[in-house]
Nanobody, 114 residues
Framework: QVQLVESGGGLVQAGDSLRLSCVAS??????VGWFRQAPGKGREFVAA????????AYGNSVKGRVTISRDNAKNTVYLQMNSLKVEDTAVYYC?????????WGQGTQVTVSS
């Protein structure tokens, strides 16, 4: 079983940047994704990265403003978010996937004020 811990969230102003981190007990064999959930809304895909970090994918609402990366030596996946908007306010979760298993972290709150 993989344990995931997200960090890096906080309160920022619109236009600021944040870098979220997802540290795992071990996940070099796992694809990893970031998702977010705003109050009263469903969970939304943000970004994903393959095991070796050679391929990435982004949700339409964040494309061009976020970058996902990973350092398997540190068991860490990062989400660099730039030009933050008020609508980016949500709890951000990372998920590690190795079919048929998927593991979620507890989330980190990102709040963007205008």
């Amino acid at each position: 079983q993989v344990q995931l811990v997200e960090s890096g969230g906080g309160l920022v102003q619109a236009g600021d940047s944040l870098r979220l981190s997802c540290v795992a007990s071990a996940f070099s064999n796992y694809a990893v994704g970031w998702f977010r959930q705003a109050p009263g809304k469903g969970r939304e895909f943000v970004a994903a990265i393959t095991r070796a970090g050679t391929r990435t994918a982004y949700g339409n609402s964040v494309k061009g403003r976020v970058t996902i990366s990973r350092d398997n030596a540190k068991n860490t996946v990062y989400l660099q978010m730039n030009s933050l908007k008020v609508e980016d306010t949500a709890v951000y979760y990372c998920r590690a996937d190795l079919f048929p298993y998927a593991y979620w972290g507890q989330g980190t709150q990102v709040t963007v004020s205008s």
